[in-house]
């Protein structure tokens, strides 16, 4: 004769078996996840130079460093006051530096440098002045470089934002015909763009040239990218006819 189960593991079975059919029920239920494809596009542009940079520096070697650091001083402070003559020309100092040199058979000696850092829209007149220090302040020339103003690289941007903008909903147009949804919408989207920081000096050996030629100039052109990512959510995918 079979066993009577407790009541209280009888009770226990029947909510379990009872609360098994909503749980499936709501599952069956559940909505379709919406595809979501994740989509880049970009646009490009070559845009014309219009800032030049250069990096010129005053140097001097000496047993004596309070020497050396004073033939630097009064050499940047002619370069500077010179500098600051020249209307359109941005000039500001950096780069300080003050170190031993030791050579084999040669007695040690202090080097001293310090860096002066120009910037112009005025190519012909950035030009000459720097031929100017060169040849007349006895400055060496570290760097030379182009850039496109902020205010230039912001005008591209935004005429390749609106490009790229575009693109990108073509792709996402395509995608969804591809899958066969019925259309779709934007879900997270970014905008980047190639901000590239500026280049710095780089400091080579030398010595200072006593008749510095002309310095030839080609300003170029700098390119100018805009890339949008992002997700398009397609529709619930159109049923077969």
């Not at 979501?36 to 460093?65: F, G, K, Y």
């Not at 120009?118 to 000459?128: H, I, M, V």
């Not at 920081?197 to 510095?212: C, D, I, K, T």
Request: glycine fraction near 6%.
């Amino acid at each position: 004769m079979p066993r009577c189960l407790p009541a209280a593991f009888a009770a226990v079975t029947a909510i379990a078996i009872s609360g098994a059919v909503p749980a499936q029920t709501l599952i069956e239920n559940a909505p379709t996840p919406q595809p979501v494809v994740t989509i880049s596009a970009s646009a490009s542009d070559s845009v014309v130079n219009d800032r030049m940079h250069a990096w010129l520096r005053a140097e001097a070697d000496n047993a004596d460093p309070v020497q050396a650091a004073s033939d630097v001083n009064a050499r940047m402070a002619r370069a500077l006051a010179r500098a600051k003559a020249v209307p359109g020309v941005d000039a500001s100092t950096a780069g300080y530096s003050s170190y031993q040199v030791t050579e084999q058979n040669r007695p040690a000696r202090w080097r001293v440098s310090q860096t002066l850092a120009l910037e112009s829209a005025d190519f012909g007149a950035l030009s000459a002045l720097v031929s100017k220090l060169q040849g007349t302040d006895g400055l060496l020339l570290s760097s030379l470089n182009f850039s496109v103003s902020p205010a230039a690289r912001r005008t591209a941007e935004d005429a390749l934002t609106r490009g790229a903008i575009k693109s990108w909903q073509q792709r996402a147009q395509s995608a969804a015909q591809g899958f066969g949804a019925s259309g779709w919408r934007a879900g997270r989207i970014a905008i980047q763009t190639n901000d590239f920081a500026r280049p710095q000096p780089m400091f080579r050996a030398g010595g200072a040239a006593a008749s510095a030629a002309p310095v030839a100039v080609e300003a170029g052109t700098s390119e100018v990218t805009v890339t949008v990512s992002g997700e398009a959510i397609l529709d619930t995918p159109r049923a077969p006819r």
